[in-house]
């Protein structure tokens, strides 16, 4: 198909600087691109190549750590109905049209590596860094999400790992709070269970979120109280022990 040349994006705005403030004062905002489809072509190339090689090339293995984080954001992304991706530097990984801001972490049992056994499911950097570009970086690590979810490609071998099968996924949620009151960097799944409780799939993954959500309840929102955490044994697709 004869791609189609993008719509004309909006030029870039610029902030003026304050009064008595030096020319570092100005700052120069990204435009919005247009979304691409994939059959875009590169130009100044005797080859033709398009967007979608590009992607092929960058994402060829949605089991690698990289693309598997994106993949467990994304659908927690569509799961919430959010309309907008986060920008890389975010604090935060999802935010809901209503505002809630969700961290997502991701694990698995198997790897695109050489693996002796499967690996032992551990979700880390609960903390981050708040950065701005005007700011910089914060001085300390802080928690910047309302509710986590923790994303568990639950596969226990290669033979049975479906990279495309989102049944595969189960999804523990955690109050922001709750995680907070941890004072910890990591979570290791035997604690994350005993917090949790059971895990839910991927249909069940909103309302659970939402059960989570530690915000004060609105008017004309109808509170909803999270499940009860509970000891929960390993599911059966899961390796013995972990």
């Known amino acids: 198909m004869q791609s189609q040349p993008p719509p004309q994006s909006q030029p870039p705005t610029q902030t003026q600087p304050q009064p008595g403030a030096g020319a570092d004062s100005t700052w120069t905002t990204a435009p919005s691109l247009p979304a691409l489809l994939g059959d875009e072509t590169f130009v100044g190339t005797a080859e033709p190549f398009t967007v979608l090689d590009?992607?092929?090339?960058?994402?060829?293995?949605?089991?690698?750590?990289?693309?598997?984080?994106?993949?467990?954001e994304f659908l927690v992304h569509r799961a919430l109905g959010a309309q907008v991706r986060n920008q890389e530097w975010d604090s935060f990984d999802v935010l809901t049209p209503d505002g809630l801001r969700v961290e997502v972490k991701s694990s698995a049992y198997v790897q695109a590596w050489d693996q002796r056994s499967p690996s032992a499911i551990r979700f880390g950097r609960l903390r981050g860094r708040v950065w701005t570009p005007q700011g910089g970086g914060a001085e300390a690590p802080t928690f910047n999400a309302d509710v986590y979810v923790f994303a568990l490609h639950s596969a226990p071998d290669h033979d049975s790992y479906n990279p495309l099968d989102i049944g595969q996924w189960l999804f523990h949620v955690l109050p922001a709070p709750r995680?907070?009151?941890?004072?910890?960097?990591?979570?290791?799944?035997?604690?994350?269970?005993?917090?949790?409780?059971?895990?839910?799939?991927?249909?069940?993954?909103?309302p659970r979120v939402r059960a989570a959500d530690p915000r004060p309840a609105r008017a004309g929102t109808p509170e909803v109280t999270a499940p009860a955490p509970a000891s929960t044994s390993p599911k059966p697709t899961s390796p013995p022990g972990r």
């Open 179 to 206: 995680v907070e009151a941890l004072g910890q960097a990591s979570l290791g799944l035997t604690a994350l269970r005993r917090l949790s409780g059971d895990p839910v799939p991927y249909a069940e993954l909103a």
């Open 54 to 72: 590009f992607w092929r090339y960058a994402m060829p293995d949605l089991r690698t750590n990289t693309t598997r984080g994106l993949l467990a």
